[in-house]
């Protein structure tokens, strides 16, 4: 682990990540020592920061850190933490010290490889999450409501959640995008008012709107219209695309649209 460019592991306990979860953060895929999606990556917290108003960012720092931090990796996972740095007490962020960066390396998830072939189940988590159109869309460090995801899955057979908010309309995974087809319609969550706009998530709306014949919509939807789907996909950066074979208790087989995006890869 890397701060601020240092090799360490020990971070200031006035750091405002431990305070207040104030920061954002990006978990990248590793392959063959290179960071996929890098730039995309890069971009997505620089939006974050922008939106949660951290300034200083030393960016080219930043991408020489991870850049760094994957080189050595034949297939593994980095993951980039910034925090609005060191504060007071109180909850302004008058007088903080700057951000912080840190950057870690760690094994990539083996189980991605063997869900590829035969499929993820989803159980319905009871856990909402709330709405939040100002940090909609942002992976911030307050994640709270996935760690009680995360808790509540962890007791089931399940590999990933089906997750609503507080209207109970679907929104995300635990730790993914979702994305579901019927015919050639497909559909994803809109995320306006919760949940994290992922990376892959992004890259495959341009995908499927771009080159191919599906038809994309972004809906507010409950759980019951996964009932007559056709196919059910998930997806995050490290995945990146995953089918799915079971969610609340019906199997699905089908896997024309995930076939058609994983050769986007």
């Given at each position: 682990m ?15 990540s ?19 999606f890098?730039?995309?990556h ?5 939006r974050a920061t922008?939106?949660?108003?951290i ?14 931090a994957?080189?050595?990796?034949q297939?593994?996972?980095?993951k980039?933490i910034?925090?609005r ?5 109180g909850?302004s ?6 951000p ?7 094994d ?6 063997n ?5 993820v189940?989803l159980?319905l988590s009871?856990?909402?999450l ?10 911030h ?8 995801i995360?808790?509540h899955?962890?007791q089931?057979d ?16 635990c730790?993914?995008?979702l ?15 919760s ?15 771009s080159t191919?014949s599906?038809?994309l ?7 019951a ?5 056709d196919?059910?996909l998930?997806?995050n950066?490290l995945?990146?695309v ?5 969610a609340c208790?019906?199997?699905y087989?089908e ?7 994983r050769?986007?890869?």
């Amino acid at each position: 682990m890397w701060i601020n460019g240092v090799a360490q592991s020990a971070l200031p306990a006035g750091d405002r990540s431990v305070q207040f979860g104030d920061g954002c953060f990006t978990t990248a895929r590793v392959k063959n020592g290179e960071i996929q999606f890098l730039d995309a990556h890069l971009q997505r917290l620089e939006r974050a920061t922008s939106a949660l108003r951290i300034e200083g960012v030393d960016w080219q720092a930043l991408e020489r850190e991870m850049v760094r931090a994957a080189q050595p990796q034949q297939e593994g996972v980095v993951k980039t933490i910034l925090t609005r740095g060191q504060g007071g007490r109180g909850y302004s962020a008058a007088g903080c010290s700057g951000p912080t960066r840190i950057v870690s390396v760690s094994d990539y998830p083996t189980q991605y490889h063997n869900w590829r072939e035969r499929g993820v189940k989803l159980a319905l988590s009871p856990v909402m999450l709330s709405k939040n159109p100002l940090l909609a869309g942002i992976k911030h460090l307050n994640r709270l409501e996935q760690v009680m995801i995360r808790m509540h899955l962890d007791q089931t057979d399940a590999n990933e959640a089906l997750v609503v908010d507080t209207s109970g309309c679907l929104v995300e995974c635990c730790a993914a995008n979702l994305f579901w087809r019927k015919g050639h319609q497909v559909f994803t969550p809109d995320l306006s008012q919760s949940g994290v706009n992922g990376i892959m998530r992004q890259h495959l709306i341009r995908v499927i709107e771009s080159t191919s014949s599906w038809v994309l919509h972004q809906v507010s939807e409950t759980p019951a219209t996964l009932s007559d789907a056709d196919e059910i996909l998930i997806c995050n950066a490290l995945m990146p695309v995953l089918p799915v074979a079971e969610a609340c208790d019906r199997h699905y087989a089908e896997r024309h649209l995930y076939n058609f995006l994983r050769q986007s890869f």
